[in-house]
């Protein structure tokens, strides 16, 4: 199981961190071969490692969860694998070498958001788990442990369609269906698989969040492939079937008894989808118990049509990951009728070890009574009041008191109208390089209006610029080749801009500052989801998290997620529905999210803003946003003044244009066109750099006072604050200024009580 199970409260940071270690005492666990030992600790520094099985935080706390594995065999264990019953995989078969008697150190350091007690298994192997593969096996015998034998045929194809289960599935369908027994691909082990309409299974990774399943695109991909993970390919191809047309299904049933059963899938009569049609093809895949082998058969591969006759537009292999497959064929004439393929695990020396330590998370809980304070007072007096905080929760409250005096929300806008393009040409990613784009310009510090930061695809740059005066723009530094479609910043946080690569899909860190991009890991689309590419990202303040979305197909759909940006560890929230062209598809282009913690984003088939449910996916139409948009584009909210600002390419002018977009309507605002070349530029992983705009920026109101500014609550205590409104230096009026309560209650990090004076 993959990415499905991660934890939605707890994430992790860093990729491989591998060191050699001496140990002064053995693991406190392990088997005959590995022995492992995992702690917790709150030193996140390099190679440091806890002392302790059981650790109390608070959230938001970094842990450090370091992990000890020591070969206890005679033989180097090459390949290493980790896991856990929270997270899932952790690493798989990474090529590290752990000699005899010899201990490796992996150090995992997790954001505490809620207490759990996971079981981690590691796994190591002298040599990576693979298979082999033969053509037209003339011993069956060695295949089916039952004896089975179809009279000694080279080729003997098991037709289960008047005897096995119709799994009714529709075109580019999917269920998960139990195997009957426990099979082990690639070293891992499950009794569970997701079976696709389009000729493959992915294997061990169940059901999505919220229910949802697992997905086979329809483009078949050369192997190994980076987003299907593990996955069983007989004939990878677009077959399109409809189980109302009643021409063909997917059939599946186990024969045998234990220990020599067998798992029958049976693509039958399916067409295939190519320019021209095709006719049907039948084609099977058969897991063996016991041996693990893997055998697949051709009944018939001739769809009348050179396009795709015996798998001339098919993936045909088994796909372990995204660096390691097994691949007998790809788009080649490989596999005519009568055509049978085994697959033989290799058998590698195998040893595992588990432990189990708890991570106990608790959080202070923010009160504050009054929760607004409206004074009148006399010029040249002052009076006092009180405020008590309060800590509800179960850890220690820490807190400070400032001021701000009122905000505007965004200005008012006008409705913007273009004719809109043909939505059949819309496109996900980068444009055409059509001309050479440098940045100019500058922005002395502290006189940019709506600072922003954005990567320039056309020559990979990573630029700044005034959001609400775009047409001149900074160059900050070379992004050496990355193309980073989806970004934004983590908080409040604007030194490092988190953005994914849209050709390896590779999530980075870049330094705002000097551009310094650090890979954080590989941005696997979580199962459920699929990706052409990662269109956008965008942080929520009110849940500490990242979002993300992704399209695919060749009636692209969107798929909405979550991304750890300290891991790339992702989990699937849902498509986003309700929105898009029922012809053409849907592809949201990017996201942002509010203030206020609500979803928009830009759907540019149909053009048009949309409103999403971030924690179903559904989503529903604003407005049309006025212009033809295409290609890669950047959205962003201003905290500070809620405005919504979207770095878009119009396809009727073919230049980058900045836009305001209202999030009521949809209706969008032309501020101007982006750099001196907008024609010859293109924008993406915009992120805005400004706060907030209640308790965004503390300052000094001079008639505000407090008997203490700052200080801790312990849970279930309650601190009083005396409060001073000293109109001494007031003339007659009212005036008005927003308490703020910054803490480390992580639902209320920062709390107005707003606070209104007249003086008399």
């Known amino acids: 199981m993959r990415n499905q199970f991660v934890c939605a409260v707890v994430s992790t940071l860093l990729p491989l961190l591998f060191s050699p270690v001496a140990l002064s005492a053995p693991p406190s666990t392990g088997g005959q071969g590995i022995g492992l030992t995992v702690t917790l600790g709150s030193d996140t520094s390099d190679g440091a490692c806890g002392t302790d099985g059981t650790l109390q935080a608070t959230q938001g706390d970094s842990i450090n969860f370091c992990y000890v ?58 040599e990576r788990p693979d298979y082999v593969f033969s053509n037209n096996v003339t011993n069956p015998d060695t295949i089916f442990a039952d004896g089975f034998d179809a009279n000694a045929l080279q080729y003997a194809f098991v037709d289960i369609t008047g005897s096995g289960t119709n799994l009714q599935l529709n075109d580019d369908d999917y269920i998960v269906t139990g195997i009957g027994f426990p099979f082990t691909f690639y070293g891992h082990t499950a009794d569970h698989i997701t079976v696709s309409n389009n000729g493959g299974m992915l294997f061990d990774q169940g059901t999505g969040i919220n229910g949802r399943l697992d997905y086979l695109s329809p483009a078949n991909r050369v192997l190994p492939d980076r987003m299907i993970g593990p996955a069983i390919l007989p004939y ?12 063909g299904n997917v059939f599946v049933q186990t024969l045998g008894t234990a220990p020599n059963r067998r798992f029958v899938i049976e693509w039958y009569n399916l067409p295939v989808n190519v320019i021209g049609g095709g006719n049907t093809i039948t084609f099977e895949a058969i897991l063996i118990e016991g041996s693990n082998n893997i055998l697949f058969q051709y009944s018939d591969t001739d769809c009348s049509n050179d396009l795709c006759d015996n798998g001339v537009s098919a993936t045909i292999g088994l796909n372990s990951d995204a660096t390691h497959a097994t691949q007998y064929s790809f788009d080649q004439a490989s ?36 929760t607004s304070f409206d004074k009148t007072v006399a010029a040249g007096a002052s009076t006092t009041d009180t405020m008590t905080i309060a800590n509800t929760g179960n850890r220690d409250l820490t807190w400070n008191i400032g001021a701000v005096n009122p905000r505007a929300h965004f200005p008012p806008t006008s409705r913007f109208a273009l004719p809109v393009g043909d939505p059949a040409q819309t496109r996900i990613g980068p444009r055409p390089r059509v001309g050479s784009a440098k940045s100019s310009g500058s922005h002395p510090q502290g006189t940019i209006g709506v600072p922003a930061f954005a990567a320039e695809l056309q020559n990979s740059e990573l630029v700044s610029m005034d959001a609400s005066a775009p047409a001149s723009v900074t160059d900050v530094a070379s992004l050496n080749g990355l193309t980073l479609l989806a970004g934004d910043f983590k908080g409040e946080d604007f030194s490092t801009l988190y953005a994914i690569d849209f050709l390896s899909f590779n999530l980075y ?14 941005a696997v689309p979580p199962p459920g989801a699929q990706a052409d590419a990662w269109n956008g990202m965008a942080w929520d303040q009110t849940t500490n998290t990242m979002f993300a979305v992704t399209s695919a197909g060749r009636t692209p759909t969107t798929y909405l997620s979550t991304i750890d940006p300290d891991t790339a560890e992702t989990t699937f929230i849902g498509p986003i529905t309700g929105v898009g062209d029922p012809v053409a598809g849907a592809v949201v282009v990017d ?10 984003g830009v759907e540019i088939v149909t053009d048009t803003l949309v409103a999403i449910d971030k924690t179903t996916g559904e989503a529903q139409t604003l407005g049309s946003i006025g212009f033809d948009a295409n290609f890669a584009e950047g959205l962003d909210f201003d905290d500070t003044t809620n405005t919504l600002y979207f770095a878009a390419i119009d396809n009727g002018t073919g230049a980058a244009e900045m836009y305001t977009l209202d999030t009521d309507t949809g209706a969008g605002t032309l501020i101007s066109p982006i750099s001196p070349d907008p024609t010859g530029t293109q924008y993406s992983a915009l992120g805005i750099a400004r706060l907030t705009g209640i308790c965004a920026y503390p300052e000094s109101v001079p008639w505000l006072s407090y008997s203490s500014a700052r200080g801790s609550t312990v849970p279930g205590a309650t601190t009083p604050i005396t409060v001073t409104f000293d109109a001494t230096n007031l003339t007659q009026g009212d005036y008005s200024a927003d308490i703020c309560i910054n803490n480390n209650d992580l639902t209320n990090r920062r709390l107005p009580v707003p606070v209104t004076l007249t003086v008399q």
């Open 509 to 522: 860190k870049v330094d705002t500052m000097t551009g310094a991009v650090t890979l954080v890991y590989l």
């Open 236 to 247: 990878w191809e677009d077959l399109q079937q409809d189980y109302i047309d009643g021409i």
């Open 69 to 126: 594995a020591t070969n206890n065999s005679t033989i180097p264990l090459t390949y290493q694998t980790l896991a856990d019953d929270v997270v899932g995989p952790i690493l798989t078969d990474v090529a590290v070498t752990i000699a005899p008697g010899a201990s490796y150190q992996y150090n995992r350091i997790v954001t505490a958001m809620a207490s759990q007690s996971p079981t981690s298994t590691w796994t190591a192997y002298d």
């Open 335 to 370: 596999v005519g009728a009568g055509t049978a393929i085994l697959f033989q695990p290799t058998t590698p020396t195998t040893y595992s070890a588990t432990q189990q330590v708890t991570l106990d998370v608790g959080a202070p809980v923010i009160g504050v009574d009054p």
């Open 591 to 600: 996201i942002a999210v509010r203030a206020d913690g609500l979803m928009f």
